[in-house]
């Protein structure tokens, strides 16, 4: 038996998060925030300090890394049992995130911890390359965007809320090149998987984007 996978892809600050923990809670199925494993390497890539352009070194970090998952209503993270939730979402994890991101051995060895979150009734997986790579044959894959300038104005309010000191021009900047980055990396890049519903989100509310979603489930 196949357990039924709902891929959400997009660029940063699309709102792939919000969208996919609602959905993966209205279907009751788990949730795999994939970003969370790359910017979890990032970290444990700063503590070490190692060389960011040593793709060898930051691979057998990537090897050693103990992740634990607790999904309530807050996603809690923990590196080697420290508790790493609080530093996920700053702009230089993201961006330290989408660096090592782009070995392909570092994501040939992060591949099978992401697989293991298909577990029954089903998964909701939230990422890059989640349609394309990790979950080719999910029954539902979306690609989410919005524009970078909307994309900008969302992430600078979550960072506000979460009390992270922010800069609406500098983050949109940073929005961009990471898009750069994650786009044109040659070892799975950010592009629609063919069969993907593409849904641009630059003018709907989270609201009617979940509905949206949900409706595909139910097609
Ligand atoms: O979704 P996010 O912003 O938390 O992801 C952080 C970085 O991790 C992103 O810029 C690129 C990388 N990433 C990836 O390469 N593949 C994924 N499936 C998820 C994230």
């Known amino acids: ?41 990032a970290i444990s890539v700063l503590d070490q300090q190692i060389d ?11 090897k050693n890394m103990q992740l634990a998952f607790e999904c309530n209503d807050e996603l809690v993270v923990k ?15 993201g961006a330290v995130a989408s660096k090592v991101a782009a070995y392909p051995a570092v994501r040939k060895v992060l591949l099978q911890k992401q697989k293991d979150f ?34 900008g ?17 500098k983050i949109t900047a940073e929005i961009e090149l990471r898009d750069r980055r994650d786009s044109e990396r040659k070892t799975a890049p950010l592009i629609p998987a063919e069969d993907a519903f593409y849904l641009d989100s630059s003018d709907l509310t989270i609201d009617e984007v979940i509905n949206q979603v949900i409706t595909l489930t139910v097609m």
């Not at 960011?52 to 990537?62: C, G, H, I, N, R």
Request: aromatic share 6%; glycine share 10%.
């Open 52 to 62: 960011l352009m040593d793709e060898s070194a930051v691979t057998q970090v990537a």
């Open 153 to 169: 104005e969302r992430r600078f309010k979550q960072l506000k809320e979460k009390g992270i000191d922010a800069n609406l021009g």
């Open 1 to 41: 038996m196949t357990i039924p996978v709902l891929t959400i892809d997009g660029p940063s600050g699309a709102g792939k998060g919000t969208v996919s923990r609602a959905v993966a809670k209205k279907l009751g199925w788990h949730y795999l925030d994939s970003g969370s494993i790359y910017r979890s390497l």
């Open 118 to 151: 298909r577990q029954l009734p089903g998964l909701v997986a939230d990422g890059r390359d989640m349609g394309t790579v990790v979950f080719a044959d999910a029954d539902i894959k979306v690609f989410l965007t919005a524009s970078a300038q909307e994309r």
């Open 79 to 93: 590196l080697q049992g420290v508790d790493i939730s609080a530093r996920l979402p700053t702009e230089e994890t």
